[in-house]
């Protein structure tokens, strides 16, 4: 578990600094962003908004501080269980890194167990941990795949992940790229088509094209 442990590891900032001095130094940067886009940080509808979003990064940056290890451990069951396992249209919101704008939409995962299984309340919950950072789509859809991976050392996993991002749609450049679907593929998803197949079959019916 030492590597799961490491990929879930926060960065030194949020061990070096207290709570509240990190949350002071993210009220302390969106005043400067307010002052320096024209803002009156001063005026009634402003005051409270640096406050107000150094608490919002708490909640939708809150992956950092999820322990894998921890997420994952006692929801793990040893089974004889060899048919693929679905979990489609979970929804999630994310933050792109490159703008610091949410993307969102759905994510299907789906694997084939050797012997063990997961509970599956905790499929979402791992897409979750994964959403809340900051994040490229694509790194977040292998990050999953491989956590499922690693923990349950199946015969192999899928996942899917379909999202509109902000970043695209509000600038309006490269509005065709504003809604990306991206995929990773482990194991007997990326050896067998059949697999894959029967996979991609379980996602036809949300117009998931990869
Ligand atoms: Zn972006």
Redesign the pocket.
């Known amino acids: 578990m030492n590597k799961i442990m490491k990929k879930g590891q926060t960065g030194d900032l949020l061990t070096s600094r207290s709570y509240g001095e990190r949350k002071a130094a993210i009220e302390a940067a969106v005043q400067e962003i307010l002052f320096n886009v024209g803002e009156e940080p001063a005026r009634e509808g402003l005051q409270r908004t640096p406050e107000r979003v150094a608490r919002m990064y708490d909640e939708i940056l809150a992956g950092y501080s999820v322990d894998p290890v921890a997420l994952v451990n006692d929801a793990l069951f040893n089974v004889e269980y060899d048919e693929m396992v679905v979990v489609k249209d979970i929804e999630f919101f994310s933050m ?1 890194e ?2 610091m ?1 949410p ?1 969102f939409g759905r994510a299907n995962v789906a694997y084939v167990p050797s012997h063990k299984v997961i509970g599956l309340s905790k499929i979402p919950r791992i897409v979750e941990m994964f959403a809340r950072r900051l994040q490229v789509q694509e790194r977040m859809t292998r990050q999953i795949a491989e956590l499922i991976e690693e923990v349950l050392e199946p015969q192999g996993v899928a996942v899917v992940i379909e999202a509109s ?1 902000l ?2 749609m509000m600038r309006g450049v490269k509005k065709e790229h504003a809604r990306m679907v991206t995929s990773t593929m482990l194991g007997c998803f990326r050896k067998s088509d059949k697999t894959r197949n029967e996979f991609l079959h379980h996602l036809d019916s949300q117009n998931v094209s990869i």
């Open positions: 792109c490159h703008h704008l993307f991002h970043c695209s």
